[in-house]
């Protein structure tokens, strides 16, 4: 934007101090988007005031000078090869499904999708341990994307009912004598039925002794809040196998996702055929494409670089004294201070891999790891924290960038515009049938795609984020160097099998619960 702020000599009078009084006063009323603190997606005003600098300019200069040879592309897109374990969600010693249920079992499911994607496979989980009926759980509308989605909006929920169908009994809704069990019903007072006390992992004793009895009594028990609200260990087996039975077979997305999907995945893969979609803004068929080791193939980026996660990093991502101080005013309205990092300086985050790569980082590591011009990138993300500007680095290195918008037609994107869960769903799903997928920063969207790709055995590459910082610091370091560091660095973090361990999630590492030998 063209407003600027100038402060000359003649502030210092008594007039020109309660001029400049009266304007601090009145811009939050002219001005509000400037000040507002609910501005979760978008960035605020006053961060674009001034475009964000490239920070690795001697980098980034070498990067849009590289040249990639056929050998190099070559072993980028080769698919992982077989490793020693492959999937195996179906259990063999799973108890038959008692003739007679305890009761239902309620669960109330706040965050985003794939939070909520976990919340569902726990909740089938404690409704087998508890020998219950399920209600198809009650996703709660988030506050910061205001989604209202129902489960039946994004989950394919006849498909879900029927994979499970001999491991637990579940229904779309309560029979009429329980309609009374709402989401109103219980925001209104203490009710006997709702269990607010599930402790975060709990056991599976927890659930045998403290709600057990409450469906036993009234036929009926409500979990909220749910979400992280069972173990990953000491589980019988064959419960471990049925969480992940929801996870990878039972949680299908619903037609219309699915089609959208696999209209754009085949996009990607066949550029030349775009006439399919009407009204869209593809980029340019570069001339040397179709000659080339990645002809037909495409990489998910997912780009994790919201106001929210820029804010709460403390990091400096190069907009200036401007961001940095809409930044820290974010965070005080948000956090009110109890935010860790902002004791550190950007220097000592960074070593310490604790701040998220902006679009021009992803893109020098994409760059080093051997990706050229000629590669077709899809952008999986909400709206960017800069917007265009912070995006354009990014572009420069990959012209054949996509995304939703650039790829479907506004009629395709009608179904799920302004609904987050479901072009969320969209992203995970073509995240899912890309040929390599990389995140920018660990989340829950991260998390489950990880876990869920390398239960498929699909390349994945997981960046190292104390190397690449420790890297970005060194002001003077040349490309090949760089380049070399980012290779060796990244060897063994491309979908590689990873045992989980202790405490560790089920849903980012599958083995071996969910595996087993090939």
């Given at each position: ?454 239960y498929e055995n699909l390349k994945t590459i997981r960046p190292s984020m104390s190397l690449l910082g420790q890297l970005f610091l060194n002001k003077s370091i040349s490309w090949s160097d760089f380049q070399q560091s980012v290779v060796e660095g990244h060897q063994n973090r491309q979908g590689q099998i990873r045992l989980r361990k202790p405490k560790q999630s089920i849903y980012t590492y599958p083995a071996p619960d969910c595996m087993c030998q090939a």
């Open positions: 934007m063209g407003l600027k702020l100038h402060y000359h000599n003649h502030y210092h009078s008594p007039r020109g101090g309660a001029l400049g009084a009266l304007l601090l006063l009145l811009l939050p009323i002219f001005l509000p988007s400037l000040f507002s603190p609910l501005g979760h997606a978008s960035p605020s005003m006053l961060s674009e005031w001034n475009v964000p600098k490239s920070r690795h300019q001697r980098l980034l200069k070498s990067a849009l000078q590289r040249q990639t040879s056929e050998g190099e592309l070559s072993d980028l897109w080769t698919p992982l090869a077989n490793q020693s374990l492959k999937p195996c969600a179906e259990s063999s010693i799973a108890p038959p499904l008692p003739e007679k249920s305890e009761g239902f079992i309620q669960v109330f499911l706040d965050g985003g999708l794939n939070q909520q994607r976990m919340g569902i496979c726990d909740a089938v989980a404690v409704a087998k341990i508890l020998n219950a009926t399920l209600v198809i759980p009650y996703l709660e509308v988030n506050p910061v994307w205001r989604d209202s989605s129902s489960f039946m909006d994004i989950f394919d929920v006849d498909h879900f009912i029927n994979v499970l169908k001999d491991d637990i009994s579940i229904v779309k809704e309560l029979p009429s004598d329980f309609s009374w069990s709402t989401r109103e019903y219980y925001a209104t007072a203490i009710r006997a039925t709702r269990v607010k006390t599930a402790p975060v992992h709990a056991s599976a004793n927890w659930y045998l002794e403290n709600v057990l009895p409450v469906v036993q009594s009234y036929g009926i028990a409500a979990i909220a809040p749910f979400s992280h609200r069972l173990t990953f260990d000491n589980l019988p087996m064959d419960i471990q196998r049925l969480r992940c039975k929801v996870n990878f077979q039972a949680l299908v997305f619903v037609p219309h996702i699915r089609a959208l999907g696999d209209a754009l995945i085949s996009r990607l893969r066949n550029p030349s055929g775009k006439s399919g979609a009407v009204g869209t803004n593809y980029l340019q068929e570069m001339p040397d494409v179709k000659n080339k080791q990645g002809a037909g193939k495409f990489v998910v980026l997912h780009l994790r670089f919201d106001k929210d996660m820029a804010a709460h990093s403390a990091c400096d991502f190069g907009g200036g004294k401007a961001e940095k101080l809409a930044l820290a005013k974010y965070r005080q309205v948000i956090w009110q201070g109890r935010v860790l990092n902002s004791q550190f300086t950007d220097e000592e985050l960074r070593s310490q891999g604790r701040c998220p790569l902006t679009p021009e980082e992803i893109g020098l590591l994409l760059a080093a790891l051997g990706f050229d011009n000629s590669t077709r990138l899809y952008l999986a993300s909400h709206k960017v924290y800069g917007g265009e500007a912070r995006i354009s680095t990014l572009r420069r290195l990959f012209p054949l960038m996509e995304d939703k918008k650039s790829l479907a037609s506004s009629e395709e994107r009608a179904q799920i515009k302004g609904k987050a869960s479901l072009l969320a769903a969209v992203d995970y799903y073509v995240s899912m049938h890309s040929d390599i997928f990389i995140s920018a920063s660990p989340g829950n969207m991260h998390n489950a795609l990880v876990g869920h790709r390398t």
